[in-house]
């Protein structure tokens, strides 16, 4: 944040003035001490990184946007992907009807061509299996119906008061903090002071804000949006960027006073406010997290105390949740009958196990796994003999297979084709990477 106000302004004092209000807002530490979403947290770091690669595109020194656009929204699609789409979505409003003139060169639109291919290079190991657990598998995490309803949608939507002002109400406090107002209001009378170039940044970061309240505002028919938009599930969750872009905002509000030790005094409050601002998060209505639960709930397993992971598992494991409370580590007999059956090693992900069959009676188990694409099953035989072992999802969202031949189970997650696919694509986007930026020394030294 500091470097990016260093670019846009140059002044050192609206530089940290901005970098402070932006790691001391409200939403912010409620984050980082109440939700303790690291996700989101990390969010709040690679947002001006991406920032800041948007100047230097605009400024046509492309290995500088390179760098930093490539680092930023990898960082951003691996930390939070649903509002990396709203915030590209925000922020691709703004070029369109303000800036895209400034970047509709053949240069520009080659060298972030070629950044958004390494971008999608670089994730690939991430959004390769996730798309292959989505297209094949069903999980909660791709059930908007299961993710969130339109009644939370509709209770989070954004209005100024719940902006501007604490609302007690609300398990997460995310207001804006009242010196960014003050200093945001004032920043209007400073514009004047701002040279040509800075204007157009001032104008260009008031639009990105105001277009990210507005996609979250009462002012939009959440039923009428994609459902898969509806991911979001919590609308508040949009303040991360019109925080950052108030922050930038306020931050040239600095320049409207001339004494320097005004403005250390302003930095000094900012820093005040900042900690009463953690004070009054902290000692808000309890906010209760999966490492804040009893003992007692936790030997329970109350859903509740799964947190976000509850979000990642099959839908039919949701479904039959009593199942999974009762679920022991043992390898169940869904049909047929084995002579013996004997853990070896449980250690998750790995499992393995020997097992007999009665006479030549095929048998059919179940074992303590919930399923997920990648791992590898095999049987080995009393001869030595290894035979790979295909597996399913049952009724209740654990792995399942079919056994003809007694020996030792073995199961490890080693991933499956996908992820050896991906692992390439992100290896061969890493070596690209690296030729880009040698190349762009080469030419720089030429």
């Known amino acids: 944040m500091y470097k990016f106000m260093q670019l846009i302004i140059k002044d050192k004092y609206s530089s940290l003035a901005s970098a402070l209000m932006y790691i001391c807002s409200p939403y912010f530490l409620s984050d980082v001490f109440k939700r303790l979403s690291l996700a989101e947290v990390m969010m709040f770091l690679f947002v001006p990184i991406v920032m800041i690669s948007i100047y230097y595109m605009v400024n046509k020194n492309y290995k500088k946007f390179f760098i930093y656009f490539v680092i930023g929204y990898v960082g951003m699609i691996n930390s939070h992907l649903v509002l990396t789409v709203y915030f590209t979505f925000a922020l691709a409003i703004v070029f369109l009807f303000y800036m895209i003139k400034k970047v509709l060169d053949k240069k520009s639109v080659l060298y972030f061509s070629i950044a958004t291919i390494l971008v999608l290079g670089l994730t690939a190991t991430f959004s390769m299996p996730m798309l292959e657990h989505k297209i094949l598998g069903d999980y909660t995490v791709f059930n908007t119906d299961s993710m969130t309803n ?52 001032y104008i260009s970061v008031a639009l990105f804000t ?22 979001i599930q919590f609308y508040w969750r949009l303040m991360l960027f019109i925080t950052f872009g108030l922050c930038i905002l306020a931050g040239t509000g600095l320049l409207y006073f001339k004494s320097i030790k005004l403005k250390q005094i302003i930095i000094c409050i900012i820093c005040i406010v900042g900690i009463l601002d953690y004070v009054i ?55 047929g009958q084995v002579n013996e059956l004997t853990i070896i090693e ?97 030419k720089e030294k030429i």
Do not use: C
């Open 150 to 201: 339109l009644g939370w949608l509709k209770n989070t939507r954004l209005h100024l008061r719940k902006v501007f002002w604490i609302n007690v109400n609300e398990d997460v406090l995310y207001h804006i903090s009242p010196i960014v107002t003050i200093l945001f209001i004032v920043s209007i009378f400073s514009y004047k002071k701002l040279n040509s170039e800075e204007k157009k940044v």
């Open 281 to 335: 998060i902290m000692n808000h209505r309890d906010y209760k997290t999966a490492y804040e639960y009893t003992s007692q709930e936790i030997s329970k397993k109350y859903f509740g105390t799964l947190g976000w992971q509850k979000e990642y598992l099959p839908i039919s494991t949701v479904n039959n949740f009593k199942y999974l409370k009762i679920r022991s580590q043992e390898v169940e007999i869904i049909d």
């Open 210 to 231: 105001v277009m990210s309240f507005f996609i979250g505002s009462i002012l939009i028919d959440v039923s009428k949006i994609p459902k898969l938009l509806w991911s």
């Open 346 to 442: 449980n250690k998750t992900p790995t499992l393995k196990f020997k097992v007999e069959l009665n006479e030549k009676q095929n048998v059919k188990l179940e074992i303590p796994r919930i399923f997920y694409f990648g791992y590898t099953i095999k049987i080995i035989t009393d001869n030595r003999e290894e035979q790979q072992i295909k597996y399913y999802e049952n009724k209740n969202g654990f792995i399942e297979f079919e056994l003809d031949k007694s020996g030792v189970v073995e199961v490890e997650y080693t991933g499956d084709i996908v992820n050896y696919i991906a692992r390439g694509i992100s290896i061969f986007s890493v070596i690209i990477f690296v030729v880009i930026l040698l190349y762009f020394d080469n």
